[in-house]
């Protein structure tokens, strides 16, 4: 109930702009009534409700029309000419007021112009500078309130997209992994339950342990080696692989998935067709600044069973998650020779 008040308060602009008239009247009354004394209590509260006809003749066409039309499309001269003739027609108005209109309205409390030329002057530009710095700052807090929900609004569709970019990785992998036992199921391999095992490993660490968008580097480490350990299975240890890791990976975290693409990246191009002379080497550094991930592979005959449009989908999925995660905070550097295809990635500013 409370924060409905105050937010009616604080977006209804006939309660503001009569809450502020409201506070101006009591202002203008008690100087008024300390200069005249307040035994001309009823004569002071007619001569104040009197001198505010002038300011609203000043301060609404300034809010309402100059300042849109002028001010804020920068047109200065404008805006500066016809706030200086405004003013003296609120100059005017008032002495008109109190030595002309205030008899007819009022004719027995024979009212006169108790301020001069300058003084009215005063009141008047007191005002319009007052009621400037409102509606200024009003737009100002308003501009900080969108810019928060704009700002919220990326968040969430970083995060989504984030989200949906690490869903895509599961079943990349997933088939990746399925088309290796599809291999080894057409020559009836004895392993097989062995990597479905270490499959199920796999999976349980992306959907139950990698939900958030980092996690401990030394989790990643672990299903990194659980993975090689897979592909060790499959390559019946004929292939050459080696991983490295450099450094103290406690305390660290970095996005979950973010390394598995470019390896097996590299067992697409190096585990394919002569396993005997097949290698990949894996080295991860660790310094106080930043992390350093190599992969290095040769690049042997593709037999890939999956759909040539499919192919590369991993590197471009990691890529735009670097980017989304490390804006200006990493480097990525692709090789692709001949014979050899390497991956140097660098993430700062851990």
């Given amino acids: 109930m409370k924060y409905l008040i105050i937010k009616y308060f604080t977006q209804n602009r006939v309660v503001q702009h009569a809450l502020f008239w409201v506070f101006s009247f009591y202002v203008l009354n008690r100087l008024f009534s300390k200069e005249y004394g307040d035994e001309l209590l009823r004569i002071n509260l007619v001569y104040t409700a009197l001198f505010h006809l002038s300011l609203f003749l000043v301060v609404y066409p300034n809010l309402l029309f100059f300042i849109p039309r002028f001010l804020q ?99 990349h992998f997933l088939f990746n992994s399925l088309n290796n036992l599809y291999s080894l199921a057409l020559d009836k391999d004895d ?38 350990e897979l592909q060790k299975l499959r390559t019946n240890n004929k292939a050459k692989i080696h991983f490295t890791v450099n450094g103290d990976p406690t305390n660290i975290q970095i996005p979950p998935m973010i390394f598995i693409p470019f390896v097996e990246n590299g067992f697409k191009h190096g585990i394919k067709g002569d396993i005997n002379n097949a290698y ?39 890529k735009r998650r670097l980017s989304l995660l490390y804006p200006k905070k990493h480097n990525l550097k692709i090789s692709d020779d001949p014979n050899i295809f390497s991956i140097e990635l660098e993430i700062l500013n851990l």
């Fill in 73 to 171: 499309k920068k047109k200065y001269f404008l805006y500066l000419l016809s706030l200086i003739a405004t003013i003296l027609v609120g100059i005017y108005f008032n002495l008109f007021t109190f030595n002309y209109l205030s008899n007819k309205l009022f004719p027995d409390y024979y009212f006169i112009s108790y301020y001069q030329f300058k003084d009215i002057a005063q009141f008047i530009i007191a005002y319009i500078v007052i009621t400037m710095l409102l509606k200024l700052s009003k737009g100002w807090f308003k501009l900080i309130e969108n810019q928060s929900i704009i700002n919220n609004l990326e968040k969430e569709k970083l995060n989504a997209e984030l989200s949906a970019l690490k869903s895509q990785i599961n079943p």
């Fill in 191 to 228: 392993r097989i339950p062995e990597l479905i095992l270490k499959l199920s490993q796999g999976m349980r660490y992306m959907l139950y342990e990698s939900n958030d968008h980092f996690v401990p580097l030394k989790k990643e480490i672990e299903y990194l080696e659980n993975y090689l």
């Fill in 280 to 318: 990949i080497s894996i080295e991860l550094t660790i310094t106080e600044k930043k992390l350093i991930f190599n992969t290095e592979n040769n690049k042997g005959e593709l037999d890939e069973i999956s759909p040539e449009k499919y192919k590369g989908f991993g590197l471009k999925n990691v």
